[in-house]
C-alpha cells in the first residue's frame, strides 16, 4: 500500500465517521423538536383544547410545521449522503488514474524493452 493510499484510506475512514455523526446528530435533532410537537398535537385532538383555533392548529401542526421541520431535516441528511456520494468518486478516479498509471508504465516498458 503506497503513502497514496494511506492517506485517501485515512482520510475516507474520518469522512465516513463525519458523515455518520451528522446522520445522526440530525435525526436526534429532528426527534427532539418534533417529538414534542407531535405530543401537543396529540393532546389537541384528545380534547385538551377545542374549537376551530384547535382544528387549525392541528391542522397546520400537521401539514406544515411537522413536515417543514422534517424536510429541514433531510438536508442534514443529504448532507451525509452528497459526502457519501464524494468519497465514492474519490475513490472512483484514484482506481481510474492508478489503472491509468499503470497501462503507462506498461507502454513505457514496452517501449524501453525493445531498444
Known amino acids: 500500500m503506497s503513502i497514496l493510499d494511506s492517506i485517501l484510506s485515512v482520510v475516507r ?11 445522526k446528530l440530525v435525526s436526534s435533532v429532528m426527534d427532539t423538536v ?6 401537543l398535537v396529540n393532546q389537541v385532538v384528545g380534547g385538551i383544547w377545542k374549537g376551530n383555533g384547535a382544528d387549525r392548529f392541528v391542522q397546520e401542526m400537521n401539514s406544515e410545521v411537522i413536515p417543514s421541520l422534517t424536510n429541514l431535516g433531510s438536508l442534514g441528511t443529504d448532507l451525509g449522503s452528497t459526502i457519501g ?6 475513490d472512483a478516479a484514484d482506481k481510474q488514474s492508478a489503472s491509468l498509471a499503470s497501462q503507462l508504465m506498461d507502454t513505457f516498458q514496452g517501449i524501453v524493452s525493445g531498444l
Not at 475512514?13 to 446522520?23: E, H, R, Y
Not at 456520494?85 to 474519490?90: M, S
Request: charged share 10%; no cysteine; glycine share 8%.
Open 85 to 90: 456520494q464524494a468519497v465514492a468518486a474519490i
Open 34 to 39: 418534533t417529538t414534542p410537537l407531535k405530543g
Open 13 to 23: 475512514s474520518v469522512v465516513n465517521g463525519i458523515s455518520d455523526t451528522i446522520n
